[in-house]
């Protein structure tokens, strides 16, 4: 069912989203220029009102940058036993664990977790863990060596709102 709020969701408030994920402390007069630049006027009261909506729809996570810290970062795929209770059991296993993102959805696996470890070692540690529980059927994992991060495509306005004009 789709979100109210994500439906006004428009390309004006994909391109104030960006500019503070570059730097959050951003004045609302310099928004109103750089939204100037690109075309779209709106006074730092409307761009005031559009940073509160979004506020209203973003989940606040702060993440540190584990190459700054000596930290690894461990990527596991989990497919769980194909009978009753295991698909439970594995995803409250991945939970009780210390990953720090669990998700579960549709596709070739049935739960992804992320989490920060201190070493290679225990890596093998956490996924041996996995591996072994009754509920378990398959571990497939990641450490994490490099990485490319790019808000620009995470807040991809052309991608995320294509076809919508079609739903409607």
């Excluded at 609302?28 to 005031?48: C, D, F």
């Excluded at 993440?63 to 596991?76: F, K």
Aim: hydrophobic share 40%; charged share 30%.
């Amino acid at each position: 069912m789709p979100n109210s709020d994500f439906e006004s969701f428009d390309e004006i408030d994909g391109k104030i989203l960006r500019v503070l994920a570059e730097n959050p402390r951003t004045p609302y007069s310099r928004i109103t220029e750089i939204l100037a630049e690109s075309g779209h006027e709106m006074s730092p009261e409307g761009v005031r009102y559009r940073v509160d909506k979004i506020i209203d729809m973003t989940t606040v996570f702060f993440l540190l940058d584990p190459q700054e810290l000596s930290w690894e970062i461990l990527r596991v795929a989990v497919t769980t036993e194909k009978r009753d209770g295991a698909k439970e059991a594995a995803f409250d296993l991945l939970c009780d664990l210390p990953f720090w993102h669990v998700s579960r959805g549709i596709g070739t696996f049935d739960y992804f977790a992320v989490g920060s470890i201190l070493s290679v070692r225990d890596a093998d540690d956490l996924v041996t863990t996995v591996r072994e529980a009754d509920c378990v059927n398959r571990v497939d994992y990641l450490v994490v060596t490099g990485r490319n991060q790019d808000m620009a495509q995470y807040l991809n306005m052309e991608y995320l709102t294509a076809g919508r004009e079609d739903d409607q």
